[in-house]
């Protein structure tokens, strides 16, 4: 396999810049867990290549992950969380573009990626400009998230991003409102945030989970330098600190659901965000994206 090329290697850019930006627990809503498993996935040492690795709008490209140890050797003990060993999710910083992708869409993981930990996704990066690239992963079931950013060339060029602070769009067949409490955002306080679902203007009742989580949620500062990846919970599931929050990854989700979803999370600085929020419905994902400015 090619990916062979990347061992010993750890960070590439568009432009062959190096952004390695170790975002660490930063923000994750896991922080308390460090203490719980010894720390031990904060020595994790994640890279990232592409191929090619001058990345160009419109051309399949590879992103690998490689997972090491502070001696440089491969991880191996990556755990299976939410039904994937790593989550990778990709924004444009224009907002305009957004994917989470896994290497188990691709194929199966191979011994070959477990022994060497690395791990490619594909992806068609369709506009010029910068991306983040975020990934969650476990080791040893000590959830653990990492970003990165990455510059495209070519046309067409990404804007800036839009700011859009509407909290009712349609997405799909779906008609989506988007509230937080409270409404004003401050930055290391408790918030809520609440989508409701209707169709036709009705609520919609059945929502399906997708992968063991009733909703996934990626949200990016405008500033590229945040990246949270959190899951929604459903109204009266009981409430969560940061562990419980962990645990509900082995909790059930009811087969369907709706129409509201919560997120219970902490924004770790001021600014503005994009939410990107991901439900299953009739068999397919739909994407919602909001921006909230936090204070
Ligand atoms: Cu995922």
Known sequence: MAFTMFIGGLFLMGEGQAFAEMSGMQGHQHEGMQHMHG????EVIVGIKTEPERIIVGTLTTVVFSFKNRE????????????????VVISSKDFSVFAHIHPQDFGLI????????????RFTF?????????????VNDQPLSR??????????????????????????????TFASTPERIMSGKEVTLSYIF???GKPVTDLEPWLSAPMHLAIISVDLTQFIHTHGELPGMPAMGHHEHHMQM??????????????????????????????GYQGKVIATSFMVRVD
């Open 39 to 42: 720390g031990g996935g904060s």
């Open 198 to 200: 209707k169709k036709n």
């Open 72 to 87: 440089g050797k491969p991880v191996e003990n990556l755990t299976i969380h939410h039904d994937r060993l790593i989550h």
């Open 126 to 138: 369709p506009k010029a400009g910068r991306y983040i690239i975020g990934i969650d992963f476990a």
């Open 250 to 279: 082995m909790m059930t989700v009811p087969e369907k659901f709706g129409p509201k979803i919560e997120v219970h999370m902490i924004f770790p600085a001021a600014g503005l965000y994009q939410i990107f929020g991901q439900v």
């Open 110 to 121: 191979t011994p070959e990626m477990k022994k060497t930990a690395l791990y490619p996704v």
């Open 147 to 176: 970003h990165f950013l990455v510059d495209v060339a070519g046309e067409p060029k990404m804007g800036p991003p839009k700011q859009d602070f509407s909290r009712e769009k349609r997405f799909g067949d779906l008609d989506v």
